[in-house]
């Protein structure tokens, strides 16, 4: 995946593949790579330890660039609902969905959400990612989402995976505002005035997202909080298109978003307008598929208008409770037409440049931090093609091994 960072159009196919390849790291980063008879010559490495992969396929360890990974308990109980023919919406109206998980976070200590997480982050290295970028927004009062984050933060220094957190307090909002007059002007007026100032002046987060789509915030509310939060140095990620075309992604281009998501109601002009952009069109088809919905994102036109294309799990309670990004990546293929190599470089490059971090991972060259995944299949093109099979056998982060299946 070398080369000058983020990947467009005909780019996105093209992976690079070294075939009997090495790597070699000192101190957390990558120093050499390319064909084994080469690598293996070099001075340095008479003396290195070495780690025979077996012929095993070598990846970029994964990027997750949408994460919700902090909340208190699955909602297996709508997904019941769901199966028998509730809407999203229709559970949400009735007290459900984001609310339904605000209710059980803020019952939840500090310690059982930081245990339930850390158990996450454990399955995420199983399945091959190293980097993940964590929303809060099932707190919505200031004590909660300042938990949130502050766990977010807490676990980074903790354990090897990287988190980069983002304040979503715009999620939607909250019941105690709700029925009252003026009550969603009142929670922007909470969001802008007190959440962002405190969070910034933390260095809790790096982004700041909403929920833009009806039920939630409209494109005003929505640029009102994206500004604040870039007053204060917070850079602007979108929740744009999902359930109806609302204007957000317009928005989020217009606010120099870092990335917009969802997509999926995306007309022909956001289409070309995303192509010329450097906000990157994030896919989360995980969540459509688990909602059992007939609608996805358009990809093939986005990659062939030149979008700047990323996949993430969407990992949540409620509409994608999956952590596996290679099952990401075999909906990507089947179910939004995406060649394995465009999804593979959609989840490490892509993803890592829509994070602000395409010079430090997401590809596997020189200079680079040595995040690496292994998987135990003889072609790349396998890893999508085993759809819900968890192939990955090893997982490197800055170096070091932090799992290798026994």
Known sequence: MRGRGLRRGAALSNVGVIRDGAILVRDELIVAVGPSSKIEKLTESKNAEKVDVGG??????????????????????????????????????????????????????AEELKNRARGFLGQFAENG???????????????????????????????PLEIVSTFLGAHVVPEEFRGKSGGTRQYLQLLTEELIPEVAENGLAEFC????????????????????GRARGLV??????????????RMGMEMNAASCDHLEYLQAADIRAL?????????????DFHLGLDRYAPARELIDA?????????????TSPTLNMAMI????????????????AAATINAAYSLGREKRIGSIEVGKQADLAVFEVADYR?????????????????GEIVYLRD
């Not at 199966?83 to 969905?97: L, M, T």
């Not at 192509?275 to 969540?287: D, E, M």
């Not at 294309?309 to 969407?314: E, F, M, P």
């Open 56 to 109: 095993r396929v070598v990846l970029p360890g994964f990027v997750d660039a949408h994460t919700h990974l902090i909340h208190a308990a699955s909602r297996a109980e709508e997904y019941e609902l769901k199966i028998r023919g509730a809407s999203y919406e229709e559970i949400a109206r009735k007290g459900g969905g984001i609310l339904n998980s605000v209710r059980k976070l803020r019952a939840a200590t």
């Open 129 to 159: 990612t190293t980097t993940l970028e964590a929303k809060s927004g099932y707190g919505l009062d200031v004590p909660s989402e300042l938990r949130i984050l502050s766990l977010h933060k807490e676990l980074d220094a903790e354990q």
């Open 209 to 228: 997202d909403v929920f833009c789509e009806r039920g939630a915030f409209s494109v005003a509310d929505s640029r009102q909080v994206l500004a604040a």
């Open 236 to 249: 602007a990620r979108v929740h744009a298109e999902q359930l109806s075309h609302t204007g957000a992604t």
């Open 275 to 287: 192509g010329k952009s450097r906000t990157v069109a994030t896919l989360l088809p995980g969540c």
């Open 306 to 318: 030149g979008a700047i294309v990323a996949l993430a799990t969407d990992f949540n309670p409620g």
């Open 329 to 344: 990546l075999s909906l990507a293929c089947s179910l939004l037409r995406m060649t394995p190599a465009e999804a593979i």
């Open 382 to 398: 396998e890893i999508p093609y085993y759809f819900g099979v968890n192939t990955c056998w090893m997982t490197m982060k800055r």
